[in-house]
């Protein structure tokens, strides 16, 4: 695991495949590091320079020089991009990692990237978990109804380890402040989509994703996509929130043929 010092704080990262001129910038979610991208990188080292740099504070001794917000992430981000002097490079986010992907596409006025499992539509019920999630004597039990959520229809291994032992390795007042910033930006902004039609240059945006398995929600994406051209919505098959884990042969497959159409 290398390192660089940004803003004072580590930010560790792997690093495969050197050689390939493009590179992909792979950014996990809240309470996430490089383990979700255990099964993907290797694939897409074939054909790509692939990084997965770890958030402030998501460092294997969760270093941490007082609070920070998902604006702090984005400049540690570019940071770190223009420490490895990356120029012919595109990211790759999930989760609610996809807020600092599309920021720093605003940042930095790129013009084609890759979202992960990004939750289009949120409901009541999502942020009543995350309003639990910032409360200090609930946090626990708010965090278990997405850990319950997310391993309710999967027998695969590396999701159930990711969601069972790496997540729940990160203190809880990372997962306060990850609850706290996810209901910030969904209440500033009403939803992804939104956040990202109101770009002034509008990236080219693919978003794979496997959940929810309702028709209606492919619909609606495609419905989406069909008056916001640079919006394209990918379907793989599976059965949990983490396709990066549990289908990365589709998900690789998917962000080779998006970065290669460019």
Same mark, same amino acid.
């Given at each position: 695991?290398?390192?660089?010092?940004?803003? %004072?704080?580590?930010?560790? *990262?792997?690093?495969?495949?050197?050689?390939?001129?493009?590179?992909?910038?792979?950014?996990?979610?809240?309470?996430?590091?490089?383990?979700?991208?255990?099964?993907?990188?290797?694939?897409?080292?074939?054909?790509?320079?692939?990084?997965? $740099?770890?958030?402030?504070?998501?460092?294997?001794?969760?270093?941490?020089?007082?609070?920070?917000?998902?604006?702090?992430?984005?400049?540690?981000?570019?940071?770190?991009?223009?420490?490895?002097?990356?120029?012919?490079?595109?990211?790759?986010?999930?989760?609610?990692?996809?807020?600092?992907?599309?920021?720093?596409?605003?940042?930095?006025?790129?013009?084609?990237?890759?979202?992960?499992?990004?939750?289009?539509?949120?409901?009541?019920?999502?942020?009543?978990?995350?309003?639990?999630?910032?409360? $200090?004597?609930? *946090?626990?039990?708010?965090?278990?109804?997405?850990?319950?959520?997310?391993?309710?229809?999967?027998?695969?291994?590396?999701?159930? %380890?990711?969601?069972?032992?790496?997540?729940?390795?990160?203190?809880?007042?990372?997962?306060?402040?990850?609850?706290?910033?996810?209901?910030?930006? *969904?209440?500033?902004?009403?939803?992804?989509?939104?956040?990202?039609?109101?770009?002034?240059?509008?990236?080219?945006?693919?978003?794979?994703?496997?959940? $929810?398995?309702?028709?209606?929600?492919?619909?609606?994406?495609?419905?989406?996509?069909?008056?916001? $051209?640079?919006?394209?919505?990918?379907?793989?098959?599976?059965?949990?929130?983490?396709?990066?884990?549990?289908?990365?042969?589709?998900?690789?497959?998917?962000?080779?043929?998006?970065?290669?159409?460019?």
């Amino acid at each position: 695991m290398d390192s660089v010092t940004i803003n %004072n704080h580590p930010m560790t *990262y792997t690093e495969s495949g050197k050689g390939n001129p493009h590179a992909l910038v792979l950014l996990s979610g809240w309470a996430q590091d490089d383990r979700l991208f255990k099964n993907l990188e290797p694939l897409l080292a074939k054909d790509f320079h692939v990084l997965c $740099p770890n958030y402030r504070g998501h460092d294997a001794e969760q270093t941490l020089h007082g609070d920070f917000t998902e604006a702090d992430l984005v400049d540690d981000v570019a940071q770190f991009i223009a420490a490895k002097k990356l120029e012919n490079f595109h990211l790759v986010s999930t989760s609610h990692g996809c807020w600092v992907n599309i920021d720093l596409c605003d940042k930095l006025g790129l013009d084609r990237t890759m979202v992960i499992d990004w939750l289009m539509t949120p409901h009541d019920g999502f942020y009543q978990q995350l309003k639990d999630g910032q409360d $200090p004597e609930r *946090y626990q039990l708010g965090r278990q109804s997405f850990f319950d959520e997310w391993v309710a229809a999967t027998d695969n291994a590396d999701v159930i %380890n990711h969601i069972r032992t790496e997540m729940p390795w990160f203190k809880g007042e990372m997962w306060m402040r990850a609850c706290r910033e996810i209901e910030k930006a *969904y209440r500033h902004w009403g939803s992804p989509l939104d956040r990202m039609q109101a770009l002034a240059k509008k990236p080219e945006v693919l978003h794979i994703y496997s959940q $929810p398995l309702s028709a209606e929600y492919r619909d609606f994406q495609a419905a989406f996509a069909k008056d916001h $051209p640079w919006f394209h919505p990918c379907h793989v098959t599976g059965q949990t929130h983490f396709p990066t884990l549990e289908s990365p042969v589709a998900v690789s497959e998917a962000i080779r043929s998006f970065v290669t159409a460019a």
